[in-house]
């Protein structure tokens, strides 16, 4: 009895691990340094941030704010893009 216990907790657990360690299917690394950003705020009103490409290679990249991710974005070396809201906060820029 207290065996089959101890084994009924023990695949329990392996099961419960294999949960918490598993990452979100929509987790992404935040983008490398060589991704430029520069951030305006307008307290109260809206926030931007402007995104550039200074890598040696196209880079995909999208901003994250307070409710989630926006559109992903390909930019070439030297390319850049701003995005604008009046939601939520700048998280910060990630690849995707």
């Known amino acids: ?23 979100p299917a929509s987790a992404n690394g935040t983008a490398p340094a060589c991704v430029k950003r520069n951030v305006y705020t307008v307290v ?3 926030w931007e941030v402007s995104v550039r490409n ?3 290679r196209t880079m995909r990249v ?14 070439k070396t030297g390319a850049g893009y701003r995005h604008h809201s009046e939601w939520g906060k700048y998280k910060r820029v990630e690849a995707c």
């Open 1 to 23: 009895m207290k065996r089959a216990a101890a084994v009924g907790l023990a695949v329990a657990g392996l099961g419960l691990s294999s949960l918490v360690t598993a990452a």
């Open 44 to 46: 109260g009103r809206y």
């Open 54 to 56: 200074t890598c040696g």
């Open 62 to 75: 999208r901003v994250v704010g307070s409710f989630g991710p926006f559109d992903c974005h390909s930019l």
